[in-house]
């Protein structure tokens, strides 16, 4: 987070742009986790069905 608001002060856009990527690329990875533990347990929800759904849920922007 420190690195993130150094490059805003310094008006580094490119090191406060992929810092920014990296911190939504790392979220998305933990919420996938998240994710397939709960299909684990929904057993009635398939991956496939789970990976349609996400999948249009990604294109909509009140879900993304």
């Known amino acids: ?7 805003f002060k310094k008006d580094d856009w490119d090191q406060y742009r992929d810092i920014v990527r990296e911190q939504f690329q790392k979220e998305d990875q933990m919420c996938q986790i ?3 533990e709960v ?5 009635e929800t398939n991956e496939q069905e789970f990976q349609t759904t996400m999948a249009m849920m990604a294109q909509h922007p009140q879900y993304a």
């Not at 987070?1 to 490059?7: D, F, G, P, Q």
């Not at 299909?39 to 057993?43: A, G, N």
């Open 1 to 7: 987070m420190n690195a993130r608001r150094e490059a």
């Open 34 to 36: 998240v994710m397939r």
């Open 39 to 43: 299909l684990e347990i929904l057993t």
